[in-house]
């Protein structure tokens, strides 16, 4: 098994957390997002994904893109612990919480999307930064409410024990610090947020204990 991440990415801290929950130590290879134009445009890791993006993770001869995909590929293969417990509408709440923040709130935050405001757009910094946090706010305030108000929240997102949405929620929480977002409009999401942090397995994902990290 191998994968290919950077350090920075959301994505693919997602995918080094489900790892590192599942005990799974895969050979890594790392692609920097910036260096030389961006390594995710050479022709051998294109010809892998062509979406080229991170991460990518090879078991065997198959290559599997899409962290959502990878984590309940590994869910299907390493069934403990499961990321996806309890009933069809349990695991129906932990799905849909985990796509909020993967398919509503990151793409708009996505590093391509913050370059294509830059250039061709024009945009500044300023503007940048104000879009990542306008959408930020809307995304994680929605995200408050739903674990708020749902008697299935515990500990975790769902109950007391990590799901693939806390695997999804805390890389958009350090998104949101770097990028200085204010967060204490969302004691529930924070309070989640604390919980995950002291499991070993994110602790262990996080960017900044990655040897590729700058």
Known sequence: MQLFDYFRSSASFRVRIG???K????????VHLTK??????????TKMN??????VLVDGAEAISQSLAILEYLDETHPEPSFLPGSPIDRARIRALSLAIACDLHPLNNLRVLFYL????????DARNTWYRHWVAKGLSAFETALKEDRRTGKFCHGDTPTLADICLVPQIFNAKRLECPLD???????????????PAFDAAQPMKQPDAE
């Open 19 to 21: 790892l590192n929950l």
């Open 23 to 30: 005990g799974l130590a895969p050979e890594r290879h790392f």
């Open 36 to 45: 030389g134009g961006g390594q995710q445009f050479d022709a051998a890791f």
């Open 50 to 55: 062509p979406q080229q993006l991170v991460p």
């Open 118 to 125: 830059k250039d061709p757009m024009g945009q500044s910094e």
């Open 185 to 199: 409009p969302y004691p529930t999401v924070m309070r989640v947020f604390d919980a995950c942090m002291k499991v």
